[in-house]
């Protein structure tokens, strides 16, 4: 396979999407029985804006909901 065919066949053409949600939805299932925990890519999202908003001389320290 050419890197072209490849790449027509799976990064340009679009894709089914039942097949790619039920593909997801295994492999989402795979990864938090494998590691326990839940996804911390948005953790991360929310620190980064968390220090950028610091940079710029805002204080989110405050910002945390406490029950």
Request: charged share 5%.
């Amino acid at each position: 396979m050419t890197w072209q065919s490849f790449k027509q066949a799976w990064l340009i053409r679009f894709w089914s999407p039942v097949p790619a949600v039920i593909a997801a939805g295994i492999l989402s299932t795979y990864y938090f029985g494998i590691t326990g925990t839940f996804w911390a890519v948005t953790g991360e999202f929310t620190r980064w804006g968390g220090q950028l908003l610091q940079l710029l001389g805002v204080h989110s320290e405050q910002w945390a909901i406490t029950s």
